[in-house]
């Protein structure tokens, strides 16, 4: 009975720091009413009370190439599916970032900075003006205030508004550019509603270059209109090809469909030589997409447009419609269109595993390596492969995208898994010649190598390490741990389970937790929530000839698990693999140790992996 009553206390005791039951993770205390409200559970599903709100965008947008000016004009229905009362509303405009007075985390080319920034010539609410003193411009965020007016549960508001802008053309430019004066990656380009959720309310992190994006899931139905001999690729899929191009052109796209082939839409000389678009002084595109978080598009009126399709749902025979848009100069891009076919068959079959669940993908000769739904801006890597960049791009199709994920807060849930996709789909598309495995060794265990835990928008310069190392190698090690099968089964669940919706951490932790039926808080903890570094070192080895015993220890110096993985080389040239997984060292082992063939002698012993971090590799060999 005293056990009982100490057991009690003990209990007591744990539950009064902030964790879910059976977990040792610490749980952040400002997101336990999510928790009790219902809507996030400790198994990671989504509570039963779950909500997220949505919104239908109808947009007509010009394109004005000469003064790279953008006029837009949109209806947005916002539905508010929470169970609160908006006393105040946010619209998003990124562009904003080049308004005077904005903050930014980088310099931009000083003519691109405009006293203006988005210009708001119309705003409505429900079919009244928003007066100007309800307004607030602060960095790239329009708040509404509502206090008199708030959005009450289950309403649906309509908003209209209008806008222009300029785009940035300066050197400067991230993530978008004016490529060239006829050439444009248009995206942040619209006044977007800011995400409310059920953890932080609504999302009020800035846009100030550094840290990427968090949308809602979305319709948009979207015309843009250019001069006559421009065209446009954008998010969604386009409605209206007959409308514009003349039908040889409708029958080659037509045909790339469900062609396996790369072909070529049109090409630059067919641009120069004429007769591809209908005799119009403009053309007017339009793309319908659903369920996406975003839209980009861009536009140029002399790149070459290659395309091919993939089936990526065996079950349903569904394919992917891809294309690659280039500017002539670009040679590595020729090849784009064939990796990013190969690239989405593989996400879909291997890695992650699941069907790519986009129509299109299309992925652009811009300036950078950026990626948006359905759409990337890839700057030309030649001479060297277009491959890693592209596939790493295509793979945030996952994360961020059909996995809603919060990247200005939680980054390492899609740069990491990004970062992770491209190492291994490189790899196995380049028979192992090309990827790299990000350097994680070399920052890990420094003061800026901050625990995952600590959101991305607190950080600057850790901020790298934190989105795309250390969680990369976290990833590779649990898949180590894990092995294949349970890993991949893992990973389908929680995109099952989370697809269109918004996850945290915990729901990522707490989902792989159950379903690969471990706790694997061993690994989460050191990883995700500590100071921690890797290193695991090679004891001098005996080498000893002839047939005595051959001991190898390997000793843990570092206190982040992971696998231990040694290659000894014999003088006969043979080869002998010994592998410990991580698990090995999660209750407190110090030291592991293997014996080599006692009838052969060691040549070498070679400590660690390509997708093992260690912090000292020099003593990883003898
Ligand atoms: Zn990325």
């Not at 290659?567 to 060292?585: A, C, L, M, N």
């Amino acid at each position: 009975m005293r056990f009982l009553f100490l057991f009690l206390l003990l209990s007591v005791g744990l539950r009064s720091f902030a964790q879910a039951p059976g977990s040792a993770l610490f749980r952040h205390r400002n997101l336990e009413k999510a928790y009790e409200k219902g809507s996030r559970s400790n198994d990671g599903t989504p509570g039963p009370k779950y909500w997220q709100n949505r919104s239908i965008y109808n947009i007509e947008a010009r394109l004005e190439p000469k003064s790279r000016r953008l006029h837009g004009v949109a209806t947005i229905k916002y539905k508010n599916n929470s169970p609160d009362t908006l006393k105040n509303f946010i619209f998003k405009l990124a562009h904003d970032r080049y308004r005077k007075g904005s903050l930014r985390d980088f310099d931009v080319t000083p003519s691109d900075v405009t006293d203006d920034g988005v210009l708001i010539t119309e705003l409505k609410m429900n079919g009244t003006e928003v007066d100007l003193a309800k307004r607030r411009r602060g960095n790239t965020q329009l708040r509404l205030d509502l206090r008199t007016n708030p959005i009450v549960p289950g309403a649906e508001t309509t908003f209209n508004v209008s806008w222009a802008y300029t785009l940035p053309a300066g050197e400067d430019a991230a993530r978008e550019c004016v490529c060239d004066s006829t050439t444009f990656f248009i995206p942040y380009w619209y006044p977007e509603v800011a995400v409310y959720d059920d953890v932080h309310g609504w999302a009020q992190t800035p846009y100030s270059g550094q840290q990427e994006f968090y949308h809602d899931f979305s319709d948009y139905d979207v015309t843009i209109t250019v001069p006559r001999g421009f065209h446009v690729w954008a998010t969604g899929e386009w409605q209206n090809p007959e409308e514009i191009m003349e039908p040889i052109y409708v029958e080659r796209w037509k045909r790339a469909h469900t062609s396996d082939e790369v072909s070529s839409i049109f090409s630059l000389k067919e641009l120069q030589r004429g007769g591809i678009y209908k005799a119009q002084a403009q053309h007017r595109y339009r793309f319908k997409a659903t369920d996406v978080p975003d839209f980009a598009f861009a536009s140029t009126n002399h790149y070459n447009w290659d395309a091919v399709s993939v089936q990526v749902d065996d079950q349903t025979k569904r394919r992917t419609f891809i294309s690659a848009v280039y500017d002539t100069a670009s040679t590595d891009y020729r090849e784009v269109a064939r990796i990013a076919a190969d690239g989405i068959r593989l996400m879909s079959t291997w890695q992650p595993g699941y069907p790519f669940p986009y129509p299109v993908m299309t992925v652009f000769n811009g300036n950078d390596g950026m990626e948006y739904p359905m759409m990337c801006n890839d700057v030309s890597t030649k001479p060297n492969s277009a491959m890693g960049l592209t596939v790493h791009e295509i793979s945030h199709t996952y994360f961020p995208f059909m996995m809603g994920i919060n990247e200005q807060e939680y980054a390492w849930m899609d740069e990491g898994w990004a970062a992770f996709f491209d190492y291994l789909l490189t790899d196995s598309l380049s028979n192992h010649k090309l990827g790299g495995v990000r350097n994680f060794s070399a920052i890990a265990g420094s003061d800026v190598d901050v625990p995952l835990m600590v959101r991305s928008s607190n950080l600057s310069s850790a901020y790298r390490n934190s989105s795309y190392q250390r969680p990369s190698q976290a990833y590779f090690t649990l898949l180590d741990e894990l092995g294949y099968e349970t890993f991949n089964k893992c990973m389908k669940t929680y995109m099952d389970t989370w697809k269109g919706k918004h996850p945290i951490p915990y729901d990522f932790f707490y989902t792989w937790n159950r379903v690969s039926g471990q706790n694997l808080d061993w690994f989460w903890k050191p990883w995700f929530f500590e100071w921690s570094y890797p290193d695991l070192k090679l004891e001098p080895v005996a080498a000893k000839s002839g047939k005595k015993a051959q001991e190898i220890r390997v000793t843990r110096v570092g206190n982040l698990p992971v696998p231990v993985h040694v290659e000894v080389t014999y003088t006969d040239g043979s080869k002998q693999i010994f592998h410990e997984r991580p698990s090995f060292w999660k209750n407190g082992a110090t030291e592991c140790r293997f014996t080599a063939d006692k009838n052969k002698t060691i040549k070498s012993v070679k400590l660690g992996k390509t997708t093992i971090p260690d912090v000292t590799p020099k003593n990883n060999e003898f």
